[in-house]
């Protein structure tokens, strides 16, 4: 992957998280997979990009009491638990994120139409990103208070712009 790329993300998501949430998240080492899919526990907010030229997903995944942390930070009220509020708060998050790297994507000549956010939360779950030819990009983030990965997986159909 383009080394723009992952500075895109590590920089759309501190500057996300530095004005909406007065915190200064930082990034650990992007690694790059070819799974198929995830098995997680926590809360996921989803963001798909659709284009001419190829698609994309970004996730935000954290533990619970992460996103209720980032919900309370973001819309200044105490939240226990997964609820309405902390999922909205966490899809606007990734959206945010999104159109940070969206920006980025159409300087390279990628354009895209974003979609509204899907929020999955639980233990135990399973998301399924594909088949074995997609890539996906993850990089982990630590803050006070917790940690959250963002991980955007990319058709095969785009790689070629993007190395």
């Known amino acids: 992957m383009k080394e723009k790329l992952i500075r895109s993300i590590i920089e759309g998501t501190r500057r996300v998280f530095q004005m909406m949430l007065s915190v200064d998240p930082t990034p650990g080492e992007p690694r790059e997979s070819r799974k198929t899919s995830m098995k997680v526990s926590g809360i996921t907010g989803i963001i798909g990009f659709a284009g001419e030229r190829g698609s994309c997903m970004l996730y935000i995944r954290c533990p619970d009491d992460v996103a209720g942390m980032l919900a309370s930070k973001m819309l200044g009220a105490e939240f226990n638990g997964i609820s309405e509020e902390v999922k ?12 940070n790297v969206n920006s980025f994507l159409s300087e390279i000549g990628l354009e895209f139409k974003l979609s509204i956010p899907t929020i999955i939360s639980g233990r135990g779950y399973e998301i ?36």
């Open 88 to 99: 909205d708060a966490l899809g606007e998050i990734a959206n945010m994120i999104s159109g």
């Open 128 to 163: 399924d990103i594909g088949s074995g030819n997609l890539r996906s990009l993850w990089v982990p983030f630590k803050f006070n208070g917790g940690e959250f990965d963002i991980i955007l997986v990319i058709s095969p159909d785009i790689l070629p712009t993007l190395t």
